[in-house]
Every structure is written in structure tokens, then in C-alpha cells.
């Protein structure tokens, strides 16, 4: 799929793909500035990015682990009530990093759920480095709804922190959130509508 982000005031497309052990590996490196380095929530995206890679690693060791959609898809078939894990990324060519923007790390549940473990924006965006870059966690997670809803699946639910609990509320449409929230029924459909309004939307074998 395609969303589109905001850099220093104008529309860029960025892909949103499923991501892989070298995905994995970059992210784990992911570096911020010395000038923001300190910001609490670029200290947060470092530590998370760590645990969403090493996670997915451990992952990939433990529960079948999808690199492409096809890979999801079949391991569905095999096994109706497999878990399965995997990363989508946020990548766009011209970003300054070779690495991702940003990513969601899940794990599909045996109800045919997904936990969504860790969303990560690159401490160079969280940081509001020059070029500012707006729109890239919104657009994960509104690309997220759009998978899930693709798929069937009925329900995202996941774990906000007092940093990120303001943005999923306002990402989901709600007034507020606890250190819990859940995107089901018309909180999935409101960013399924998101995604589609505001982003390309292009399809997911694209």
C-alpha cells in the first residue's frame, strides 16, 4: 500500500510494506541527533524501535512470521488458529535514512485479532529534524485499519503509554484513552475512512 506524508509543507508518497530480518536489523540501529537526542519521545522511539526488532526476532524463532502477504495468508490457511507475527514499514526513497520512517509491529491472535505491539516513528521525524516530516505514524496506523479490514480482521487492540495515549485518541477519533485501547466496529471503520480519504489507498499487492 501507498499513504501520503507532509515534508516541509508539501504531499510525498511513502510505501507501506511488509518488512523482513534485514528490516529488522536496521531498525535495531536507528540513531537520533545529539540536538534532540534528549526529547523524551525520540528516547522513546529509540528504546521501542530496539524491542519492536528484537521482538519480531524472536518472533521469527517462535510463531510463523510473515514477510509478504502471501506468507500471512498461508499460514492462515495451514493453521486457522496460528498466531502469526509480522512488521510493516514506512519506507520511501527519499528519506534521508535507509531505514524505515516508521513501523507497526503485530502479532495476528488465534481469534483472528492483531495485537499491535509497538508503533515507531524514526527519532529523525519524531525529532521535527529538518525536512519536518508530519502525517507518518497517523498513516501506519490508518494503513493498518485498511489491512485489517482487507483481511476480515475484526479487531486491532494494543497498549498506549502517556506519550502516545493523545495520539491514538485523536488518530481513532475518540475523546481520550486509557493505557489500553482497542480499534473495533466504528473506531476501525473511522480509519479505514481516514486511510482512504486522506491517503492513497493503493492496493495491498501493489
Known amino acids: ?13 511513502v510505501g507501506l510494506v511488509f518488512g523482513n530480518e ?3 536489523m536496521q531498525v535495531n540501529r536507528w540513531r537520533a541527533p545529539a540536538s534532540v537526542r534528549e526529547k523524551t519521545a525520540v528516547r522513546d522511539s529509540l528504546e521501542f524501535a530496539r524491542l519492536a526488532s528484537n521482538r519480531w526476532r524472536y518472533y521469527r524463532r517462535s510463531i510463523p512470521t510473515a514477510t509478504n502477504l502471501a506468507e500471512f495468508r498461508a499460514a492462515i490457511a495451514t493453521s486457522p488458529q496460528a498466531e502469526v507475527s509480522f512488521i510493516l514499514l514506512a519506507k520511501a526513497d527519499w528519506f534521508q535514512s535507509s531505514s524505515a520512517l516508521g513501523l507497526a ?10 495485537i499491535l505491539e509497538f508503533l515507531e516513528v524514526h527519532p ?11 502525517g507518518v505514524g497517523s498513516g501506519i496506523l490508518f ?11 475484526g479487531s486491532i487492540w494494543g497498549e ?12 481513532i477519533g475518540v475523546g481520550q484513552i486509557d493505557d489500553q485501547f482497542s480499534m473495533r466496529g466504528g473506531a476501525l471503520e473511522h480509519c479505514r475512512r481516514k486511510f482512504r480519504e486522506n491517503f ?3 492496493l495491498l499487492e501493489d
Do not use: W
Not at 124 to 134: D, Q, R, S
Open 105 to 114: 509491529q503485530c502479532r495476528r491472535t488465534y481469534c483472528h485479532n492483531l
Open 124 to 134: 529523525l521525524v519524531v525529532g521535527k529534524t529538518a525536512p519536518v516530516i508530519e
Open 200 to 202: 492513497l489507498g493503493t
Open 22 to 24: 534485514r528490516d529488522a
Open 143 to 153: 494503513g493498518l485499519a485498511e489491512m485489517a479490514g482487507r483481511l476480515g480482521i
Open 1 to 13: 500500500m501507498e499513504f501520503q506524508v507532509v515534508v516541509a509543507d508539501r504531499p510525498r508518497r
Open 160 to 171: 498506549a503509554t502517556a506519550h502516545s495515549a493523545p495520539f491514538y485518541a485523536k488518530a
